[in-house]
Every structure is written in structure tokens, then in C-alpha cells.
């Protein structure tokens, strides 16, 4: 079974804070992926990662960024947490083939920014 | 532009219903690529299926059925006999075949409660 794991469910942070959410797959997939999800907007795409090294921004990339240093692991980071940036962030991971492949999601992490 | 409806916010049921779950596409792309995810309130979303634009046959898993019809743009979704575990929200998405920079467009996605 593909197994996704984030590092928080919950997280609270305080305005401008430096913020990262980390996000670890174990099945070898080539693309990693960060979704925000917001009532009533549904499930929106920030960044992905089809490589290691590599990074392409998404529908709302900004505020965001991302690193991803090794195959199993991404990370995205929220330089300057602000109040809008409040939602639940999703990391998804698929085999290859872009957005074409199965995406396999982890458990989300509930960020509020105070 | 990709583009996913579901037009269905919110649906309620009693236990044993039948309930059908709609999602109307729109792509300029004939090869594409359709699934369904279910959102429980734990929050994590899990696949249910995936299906390519070349494969109109219709896909029965136990409980659940998809119709896939090209004619109308749609890819519905059925659960026979809900259960109270039923109860989740479901989003239908869409990703036009195109390489590495393709991506994954949801619909808003549908709220199932299913009452004892």
C-alpha cells in the first residue's frame, strides 16, 4: 500500500512566523504534489515536484515555496505565515506520468495562523 | 481549459438508499483521464477509481458503480445500498494527458450524509 505521511495534523502559528509542512511518501514515486483545500474552493493546486531538485508552481503559488532534496520528501514552506494562509494542506504523491497517474493523498495538516 | 462540475453540494439519505453521485467534464483533449476520491471526515482524501477517456465500459466494486458516457461529459457515480460509513464528501477530478506539467482539476466536490 502507498503510504503518504505529513508531519502535523494540527498546527497553530502566529503571523509571520516561518512555516514548514513536510511531507514523506515511501513507495519511490517520481511526482509530489501540495494542495490546499478550502470550503467552498475546493482542492487547489500550489506547487509540484516531478523530480528530485525540480519544482513547477501550481494555481496559487504564491506565498508559497518548496524544496525538494531528496526523492522521498517534500517540503513546503510558508516564508511569512499570514492569516489567509489558514486551511488544510494536503500532499499528494503519484508514480510518474505527471497528473495523469493515480495521485495517493496524505492525512492533511489542519495550519492556523493567528 | 479543464473543467469539472459537480453540481450537487449536498445530499442526504437514509440507510439502504440508493444514491447517485453526478460529475460533468469538459475537456478539448481526447485523451484524458477521470477519478473519484472520497474525503471522510478524518479528512484524508482515498482513491476509488481511476479511468481513461478510451474506456467507456461501465465499473461495479461491490457497492459502487461508475457510468462513464463521452456523449454527455459525464462520469457518475453510484453507491447501492449507502451506509451510514458512506458519509463523506466526493470529488470527481480530470487531468488531460500532458506529460509532466499536466495537473489535476477537481470539482467542488459533494457532501454525502447518509442517515441510520
Known amino acids: 500500500d502507498v503510504k503518504v505521511t505529513q508531519s502535523s495534523r494540527y498546527l497553530v502559528k502566529r503571523t509571520g512566523e516561518k512555516v514548514f509542512l513536510e511531507c514523506v511518501q515511501d513507495?519511490?514515486?517520481?511526482?509530489m504534489f501540495w494542495y490546499r483545500q478550502d470550503p467552498g474552493l475546493g482542492l487547489r493546486l500550489i506547487y509540484f515536484s516531478y523530480d528530485v531538485k525540480m519544482k513547477e508552481k501550481g494555481d496559487i503559488p504564491e506565498g508559497y515555496s518548496v524544496s525538494r532534496e531528496k526523492k522521498e520528501r517534500f517540503s513546503l514552506i510558508l516564508e511569512s505565515a499570514s492569516t489567509n494562509q489558514t486551511s488544510m494542506y494536503l500532499c499528494a504523491s503519484s508514480l510518474r506520468g505527471g497528473s495523469t497517474d493515480t495521485q495517493y493523498f496524505g492525512p492533511g495538516t489542519r495550519l492556523t495562523v493567528l | 481549459a479543464q473543467k469539472v462540475t459537480q453540481a450537487q453540494t449536498e445530499i442526504s439519505v437514509v440507510e439502504k438508499e440508493d444514491v447517485t453521485l453526478d460529475c460533468v467534464y469538459e475537456?478539448?483533449?481526447?485523451?484524458?483521464?477521470l477519478f473519484w476520491y472520497k474525503q471522510p471526515p478524518s479528512g484524508e482524501l482515498v482513491f476509488l477509481i481511476r479511468?481513461?477517456?478510451?474506456?467507456?465500459q461501465n465499473e461495479i466494486s461491490g457497492r459502487y458503480s461508475w457510468n462513464f458516457q463521452k456523449s454527455t461529459s459525464s462520469f457518475n457515480f453510484t453507491i447501492t445500498a449507502s451506509q451510514v460509513v458512506d458519509s463523506a464528501v466526493y470529488f470527481c477530478a480530470l487531468s488531460e494527458a500532458g506529460g509532466a506539467n499536466s495537473k489535476l482539476t477537481f470539482g467542488k466536490g459533494i457532501t454525502l450524509s447518509v442517515r441510520p
Open positions: 513507495m519511490d514515486h517520481e511526482n
Open positions: 475537456t478539448r483533449d481526447t485523451t484524458y483521464y
Open positions: 479511468r481513461n477517456s478510451f474506456d467507456e
